[in-house]
């Protein structure tokens, strides 16, 4: 049986990430208030914790020991909770539907002006005759309905090309820099005593944005720089202490996964999808704000995932040194264009730190991996 002292301890510690959990969500809704777009993932990896927090309420209010004042405030709470948990789901799906529609939306407004495709219907009814400034058929001469016609060729045959696309998205990766060949060798080197499904997880991003195209003498930095930061992730989680030892640890009492669920390849897709929308003022030669895309990056590393206490939190902190690192390159670096790469690149991490909270197996991984 616990100790009262010990029980009070645990109580506060309790109270604590309740505080940082309500911290979090006014942090979410602001931002959310503020940028007028709702990350689906982040939304996600918010329930995951409300769950959790829930849970940890509802048995420290049914604890033995707990005095009923308390257990009544805990029990509150834990109510409480339980309504975000029904609203933020819903929250999460309208989100997601929203950046479908969006996606359709621009689709359409791409297929505009480009030949042989038409996006309304135009009447081929002959004009009413109550027009006024309309002159009678009979009054026009062969002639002038000759040179019209030709006119009205002429004007058919002469396009206007469309606008040429920022980026596109290829089915296969141009491994540029050699990055992705390197970490794919590295993560089948220690898939052999190391469970590997979190370093493919990373690695899964980088091999996704280099499957995008651009015509922008940009598209090398906008690759390689959150490549070379992805890259360093793998390889602390495989390489250093104490990711090695904790990846090693549990290949020994769980199997090996080393291929992606389609729920979780689409939150890696989303994230780079948004990561190059983010871009396409830089890939079209129009620098946005530097100080605003600055301030998004600050928002998103302010919202970082840390999830509940039953993850291994080390792993997770050496995340979160990396997106400020990424984050400090984009205040110290004096190319403008750089700047906004990192800014994004800081948001895309902290973006796909939601996404692996809010996916159940490697939420599961993280949790088996503390001691």
Known sequence: MLSQQFRLEDLIDKILLIETLNATLIHFMLSSEVEGVIDPDRVDSLTQGLVKSRVWLEETANGEGVPPSISNILSLLAKRLSQLENLL?????????????????????????????????????????????????????????TEQTDQSQARTTVMTPPPVEPFRKTDIEDDQFGLVGQNRYLIDQYAKRCHVLLPIFWFEVMREIHRYRSHSSAIGDVIEIPSQMLSKIVRTLLTEAPGARL????????????????SEMERIERAVAKYFHGLEGVLSGRLPDTSEKINEAQNALDGFGWGGPELEKRLIKRIHQYCQETLQSAESVSDNTRKIIYAETTKLLCKVQHAILAEPRLQAILAEMKP
Do not use: Y
């Open 89 to 145: 789901p819903k929250l999460s799906r309208r989100a997601k539907e929203i950046e479908r529609t969006g996606a359709a939306q621009e689709i359409i407004s791409l297929l505009d002006g480009v030949p042989g495709v038409k996006t309304s219907v135009v009447s081929e009814s002959r004009p009413s005759q109550s027009t006024s400034t309309q002159q009678p058929t009979a009054l026009l001469s062969p002639v002038t309905t």
């Open 247 to 262: 990846l090693q640890d549990l290949l020994k009492h769980r199997e090996q996964e080393d291929r992606l669920q389609p």
